[in-house]
């Protein structure tokens, strides 16, 4: 997921390192490989149960990769490095511990969920039997809003990134990720994004040795702590704001929305046993840290080098600062794989929590399986729409992580405590979500509703109408602690 946002990407000069015939050709034999290997693999494996959760049978290794490449798509080219540019070393350690956080509640989670909710699909399911029909409506909402908007950043970020390196029309690329995506995944369900997941995960595994050794042979002697030290000391000073602010803000936001991503639920309920599972995350946790601490490192070099560079193309500033044709043949086939594997992740986990859930919204239908690719055609069309014009989604997906941050203490508070009623998570939520809008930062994040239209940002402190997002996001996750102490 990327906060730091994609406004300038559709302002990028295009460097055309490759023609976009040869990138049009890339996608099109990367997409007919993965619709091949998704269909023919689930073709095996039919019925609803191999849909949803795989029969509930999965191994280690098929586990851990699906893991790793759901939570890794095509932002982390742009999101780590580009926040590190202004967020110095507290971004991107914030940045990496998020992405990996929600995999270590779910350690404990996880097997506490399969344990008293055996029978379980889907997240939003095993809410609506804890809690009850008023806040699982809320959560249910909250978590296709959320799920929805990656779809569309994961598709736009990859179709900016094809427009930059070879100028490939934004439709084109977006047409055909999102096409070959549905395809095998409205296909084949779980068991096909599982399945084409491994092979995602040992491509980009391959790929990101040869990126990050080219990162580190084309930046020799720069590509560490006393460069960066030298030349811009206070992205590692902590007399440096932003260094806790944005830390703080990035893990909040993103382990925060991850825990109300259906497809790690999914996963959770798709491994064979609670052994499994649980070795399953802990190696996806220690293996995504690294990696999305290096990309964001890149960020940390590349202005120190040059402090005028476009902080969303900070990464590629350094990989393809030679012009490199393979490189840029290699970056495409990674963004396209890290893309297509977050998703079809994303493309099976609505449509889990439709085919599940949805007869408790949309009444009357016969048929949910059908509806759910319905609605799911629907999105994409959406997704294409968005991602063609290249359009900044940053201020939807940040209210989207506001939206979860407000739920997610009450939430699992609940799982925790058997007294925590209904009424009283829905409040906190409420309550949470309201005292955060109140700070969220206007479009040009220089006000807020509170700071700035109903008072004067004279009345405050610098420090305060210069971290808005900051505020905003710690008062909404913590503020509804103030009403599980009410009675």
């Known amino acids: 997921m990327n906060l730091s946002g994609n406004s300038e990407r559709e302002k990028l000069d295009q460097i055309n390192l490759i023609s976009q015939t040869s990138s049009i050709l890339i996608i099109l034999a990367i997409s007919i490989l993965f619709i091949a290997v998704g269909i023919l693999y689930s073709k095996k494996y039919r019925g609803l149960d191999n849909y949803l959760l795989a029969n509930r049978s999965i191994g280690v290794f098929s586990l851990t990769s699906s893991l790793i490449a759901s939570a890794l798509g095509a932002w982390i080219l742009f999101g780590p490095a580009s926040a590190a540019t202004w967020g110095g070393i507290g971004a991107v350690i914030g940045y990496a511990l998020g992405t990996a956080f929600p995999l270590f509640i779910l350690i404990n989670l996880g097997g506490k969920f399969r344990k008293n909710f055996p029978k379980g699909k889907t ?52 047409g055909l990720v999102v096409i070959t995506s549905l395809v095998y995944t409205l296909y084949g369900g779980l068991r096909a994004s599982l399945f084409t997941d491994n092979i995602q995960f040992i491509i980009f595994v391959l790929l990101l040795v040869i990126v990050y050794g080219n990162l580190f042979s084309l930046n020799s002697g720069n590509f560490n702590f006393e460069y960066i030290g030298q030349n811009k000391p206070y992205l590692l000073s902590s007399n440096y704001l932003p260094n806790f602010t944005a830390g703080i803000t990035f893990f909040i936001a993103v382990a925060a929305t991850n825990l109300f991503h259906q497809g ?55 990989i393809l600062k030679e012009n490199g044709m393979i490189l840029s043949i290699v970056i495409i086939i990674l963004a396209i794989s890290l893309t297509v594997s977050s998703i079809d992740t994303l493309i099976n986990a609505i449509s889990s929590l439709i085919i599940v859930d949805g007869n408790k919204i949309f009444k009357g239908k016969k048929d949910y399986l059908l509806f759910s690719k319905q609605i799911l055609i629907v999105l994409s ?58 700070f969220f930062p206007s479009t040009d994040f220089s006000k807020s509703i509170l700071v700035g239209v109903i008072i004067s940002t004279d009345f405050f402190s610098e420090i305060i109408y210069t971290n808005l997002l900051f505020i905003s996001f710690v008062f909404a996750t913590f503020s509804p602690l103030i009403i599980w102490r009410l009675k």
């Open 123 to 174: 997240f939003i399911e095993v809410i609506r039997a804890r809690y009850g029909n008023k806040l699982f409506k809320l959560i249910l909402f909250l978590s296709i809003f959320y799920m929805t908007i990656f779809l569309i950043a994961e598709v736009t970020a990859v179709a900016l990134l094809l427009k930059y390196i070879a100028g490939t029309s934004l439709w084109i690329t977006a």
């Open 381 to 438: 069309i959406i997704t294409f729409l968005v991602a063609s014009k290249g359009l900044s989604i940053l201020y939807l997906f940040l209210l989207a992580d506001l939206l979860c941050c407000a739920a997610v203490l009450s939430i699992f508070y609940g799982f925790y405590n058997k007294k925590f009623s209904e009424k009283k998570a829905y409040l906190s939520i409420l309550f949470g979500l309201i005292i955060g809008l109140l």
């Open 264 to 318: 790690n639920w999914q996963r959770v309920y798709a491994a064979k046993n609670n052994e499994i599972l649980k070795k399953s995350l802990i190696f996806s946790f220690f293996i995504i840290i690294p990696i999305v601490f290096l990309m964001g490192f890149s960020g940390l070099v590349a202005v120190s080098q040059n402090e005028t560079v476009i902080p969303d193309l900070a990464f590629f500033s350094l």
